[in-house]
């Protein structure tokens, strides 16, 4: 099944509970900074209040986060592909996990 189509279906509504599910306690993801809508917008405002352009608006957004070392927000669907990947692969039994996708804004050792 292609990937897009995994994605929107967990977008859609209850997804089987597949064999990786079951091997975790507790899954987590954080995403950081996503380029949604209302982050387009919050740009845009930000853009139209400093009389500056989107993109100069984008980096001054991601300067004041610290930085994104990726060089641009997620966007919703990486962060759509990643759920969809934990629930498609086969992961070895473990209390939790946690998937960061945040384009290297934390480090990590």
Do not use: C, W
């Given at each position: 099944m292609p990937r897009e189509s995994r994605a929107h279906q967990l977008q859609q509504g209850p997804v089987e509970r597949s064999q990786s599910q079951r091997n975790f306690a507790s899954l987590q993801f954080r995403p950081a900074c996503i380029e949604t809508d209302a982050a387009t917008r919050m740009i845009q405002r930000m853009a139209d209040k400093?009389?500056?352009?989107?993109?100069?608006?984008?980096?001054?957004?991601?300067?004041?986060?610290?930085?994104?070392?990726?060089?641009?927000?997620?966007?919703?669907?990486?962060?759509?592909?990643?759920?969809?990947?934990?629930?498609?692969?086969?992961?070895?039994?473990?209390?939790?996990?946690?998937?960061?996708?945040?384009?290297?804004?934390?480090?990590?050792?």
């Open positions: 400093d009389k500056s352009d989107y993109a100069a608006s984008r980096q001054k957004l991601m300067d004041m986060l610290g930085g994104i070392p990726l060089g641009r927000p997620n966007r919703p669907d990486e962060v759509a592909e990643l759920v969809a990947f934990s629930h498609l692969t086969e992961l070895p039994p473990s209390p939790a996990a946690e998937f960061v996708i945040d384009g290297g804004t934390i480090p990590t050792i």
